[in-house]
């Protein structure tokens, strides 16, 4: 649903139930497809005025049931059976705003706060854990004949706790500051460059710089791009969501993952 609520105010709510059965394909007692029952409910808050000022505020509520593994009566060739669980409680609430400041430029603000409860279960290993985000970013933007440029800082904090393999446990908090310059010396030729810095509580300070030119020719559009970036590990795979923790080993010595493109 959706409407306006005044003339510079609007809303708008979008909510959902889905199920699905569980499916073993090629009959071998095995869930190749988990059943699961989902409710969603998404609700967004509009306001605009006339000089082009604009806020979002949008909050967010999941909960999730997910059943697979052996079906019902079915074992493992061992004789055992493996039921595979992930029950899932998520919230979140964000908001997106700008703001003009007259000749200055254009002040942007976006934060968000994210909430995740799940309980897992793999075979006979059970496990209750917690992610959690928080987000915010505050930047400027502004412009001069063939420029634009934007400057601005950010902070995010992620935590991750489990109760049963508390070895995983992190909590990784990063302030930063970036800037960024797009010129245009001649209608065929964009120049960018931009450079970020990150304050890492566990794996240090890093500079992320990127350069880019888009050169447009006739029908044809070239662009060169050369910068770095860098992650920082957490211990979800692919593979961890389908056995859990209990099959590795905690982090010891580990490293920032960096990148060169």
């Given at each position: 649903?959706s409407?306006?609520?005044t003339?510079?105010?609007?809303f ?5 139930l ?9 009959h071998d007692?095995?869930s ?19 000089g ?8 967010g509520f999941t ?5 697979g593994g052996?079906l019902?009566?079915?074992t493992?060739?061992?004789g055992?059976?493996?039921p595979v669980?992930l029950?899932?409680?998520?919230w ?5 705003s700008?703001?003009?400041?007259n ?11 994210m ?14 854990d917690?992610?959690g985000?928080v ?6 933007t502004g412009s ?8 601005g800082?950010a ?12 070895g ?15 010129y245009?010396?001649?209608d065929w ?8 810095a ?8 890093f500079?992320?710089p ?6 447009h ?5 070239f ?7 860098v992650?920082a ?18 982090f010891?010595g ?6 060169q493109?």
């Open positions: 649903v409407g306006p609520l003339g510079i105010w609007a708008s709510g979008l909510g959902s889905n199920r699905q059965d569980e499916s073993d394909i090629n007692g095995w190749d497809i988990p059943a699961f029952n989902r409710v969603l409910l998404r609700p967004r808050l509009f306001w605009q005025d006339d082009g000022d604009s806020i979002l505020v949008s909050g909960q999730e049931g997910r059943n052996t019902t009566g079915m493992l060739p061992d055992t059976s493996f669980k029950d899932t409680e998520r979140d609430l964000g908001t997106v700008q703001f003009r400041l000749q200055i430029g254009t002040l942007a603000f976006s934060a968000s706060v909430g995740e409860d799940d309980f897992h279960r793999w075979g006979a290993v059970t496990d209750y917690h992610h985000t987000f915010n970013e505050l930047s400027l001069l004949p063939s420029q634009v440029w934007t400057v800082s902070f995010q904090q992620d935590i991750y706790r489990s109760r049963n393999f508390t995983f446990n992190y909590t990784y908090t990063v302030p930063a500051l970036f800037a960024q310059d797009e245009s010396p001649a030729l964009d120049l960018a460059a931009s450079l970020r990150d304050f890492h509580n566990v794996f240090g300070n500079l992320s990127r350069l880019s030119a888009l050169i020719a006739d029908e044809w559009t662009r060169a791009t050369a910068g770095g970036g992650y590990p957490t211990p979800f795979t692919e593979d961890v969501s389908d056995t859990g923790f209990s099959k590795i080993l905690p010891q580990i490293k920032a993952e960096t990148a493109a």
